[in-house]
């Protein structure tokens, strides 16, 4: 790491064969689109090599460069206009469907993904973050600048929209 500091283009390149396989399916998962997601990768590549020195180490280095890609992603769908706010209505939080009757067991995880890139994007951007990288409901409200109780809802929606549509599309 000290090397990539600096500035050393054959440790830069070490890191990058290290992570970039990860990074490129964070960035697709995101956007759906591959040469996106490419470009995006790479910028947050340089964008990483430029701010290593701000990096503490307080987190994993694929943590820290996760979220320098998804941050980007998420700009790059907001520069195309594909990323919408879900207006917070003064409802209560939307419960669960527990009622589900559907068996899920065994579905293939290729099918889950194709019902979430199914979703619209804000929701497909909130499960994804949620589910598939593993941020926390306050996680995904900074990344997606929303409040938490927006996170919550927009998650519990996309969540009850992709349970719909696997059973409705896929359920056996």
């Given at each position: 790491m000290r090397e990539c500091k600096n500035g050393k283009?054959?440790?830069?390149f070490e890191i990058y064969k290290l992570y970039y396989k990860a990074m490129y399916n964070?960035?697709?998962r995101v956007l759906k689109d591959s040469f996106e997601a490419e470009d995006v990768m790479q910028e947050s590549f340089l964008i990483a090599f430029e701010k290593l020195s701000t990096f503490k180490g307080e987190v994993a280095f694929g943590a820290w460069l996760k979220r320098i890609v998804i941050n980007k992603s998420i700009t790059q769908l907001r520069k195309n206009n594909r990323v919408q706010e879900v207006p917070l209505e003064a409802v209560k939080e939307q419960a669960e469907d527990t009622n589900d009757d559907a068996n899920y067991e065994g579905l293939n995880p290729k099918v889950i993904i194709k019902g979430i890139n199914q979703l619209k994007d804000n929701y497909r951007v909130a499960l994804t973050l949620?589910?598939?990288e593993g941020y926390d409901y306050e996680e995904v409200s900074e990344i997606m600048h929303?409040?938490?109780q927006n996170s919550r809802t927009t998650i519990s929606r996309a969540k009850n929209k992709l349970r719909k549509l696997l059973k409705t599309d896929y359920a056996r």
């Open positions: 283009q054959s440790a830069q964070a960035a697709v949620n589910l598939i929303i409040t938490n």
